[in-house]
């Protein structure tokens, strides 16, 4: 079967940094997408990794390990507006490549 | 404008009624999907359509049913409302190319079926 696992919740200071962890157990993998999702609203994508290793896009990194199927986000200098729930997804050789999501991971962030 | 749009943004029913959840997009993509969202799950795939002559069922296609008139318009119906088809309901496009092309997203349907 597939499966995607993330902490439900994470809570961290204005300015510091944050890890979200996503793990995974899938047939077939063609790739990692990060999405970022404010309460109420679209889903927007962030990263995409498909390669070991980590990719950065300023504030935001997300790293992939394909052999221990797992992979993380890091967010830098944390700012309110980082408020969200981050959506972890795999694509999927075996289901005509769509994409399989896990639950999210809600970030708050405090002051 | 948004780049894809759908319409309505709410809706409350009744069960049994027949509903059209609609989503149009102006990005020029060949990709089209429906996904609902339920708090505690992930986003999951109902129908997807590669073209306009292409539908392909997703994980839970069961109890709905889709149209894609053209390439800029992909259609969601529940046929007969049922209350556990209540959610919020994402449309999203993607285009065809390399493997990194991510999936670009609607603003979302509040669906609550009573």
């Known amino acids: 079967g597939q499966n995607i696992d993330q902490p439900t919740e994470m809570t961290a200071t204005e300015g510091a940094i944050v890890q979200i962890n996503c793990t995974y157990q899938t047939s077939g993998f063609n790739g990692l997408f990060w999405y970022q999702q404010h309460a109420g609203e679209a889903p927007t994508f962030l990263s995409y990794?498909?390669l070991d290793g980590l990719e950065e896009k300023g504030r935001f990194s997300s790293f992939l390990s394909r052999s221990k199927g797992y992979s993380y986000l890091l967010l830098k200098e944390l700012q309110m507006k980082d408020s969200a729930s981050y959506l972890c997804?795999?694509?999927?050789?075996?289901?005509?490549?769509?994409?399989?999501w896990g639950a999210g991971t809600k970030l708050i962030i405090k002051p | 404008d948004a780049d894809v749009t759908q319409t309505p943004r709410n809706r409350i029913t009744k069960t049994g009624k027949r509903i059209m959840l609609e989503c149009s997009q102006t990005?020029?993509?060949?990709?089209m999907y429906w996904y609902r969202q339920d708090p505690g799950l992930g986003l999951r795939l109902i129908y997807y359509s590669f073209d306009v002559k292409d539908i392909n069922k997703g994980e839970i296609s069961d109890g709905y049913s889709v149209s894609r008139q053209a390439q800029a318009k992909f259609s969601l119906s529940l046929e007969s409302a049922i209350p556990n088809q209540t959610a919020l309901y994402f449309c999203a496009t993607s285009d065809s190319g390399p493997g990194d092309q991510p999936q670009h997203f609607g603003d979302g349907t509040r669906l609550s079926i009573l």
């Open positions: 990794n498909v």
């Open positions: 997804a795999v694509r999927v050789m075996d289901s005509n490549y769509q994409l399989i």
């Open positions: 990005k020029g993509h060949d990709r």
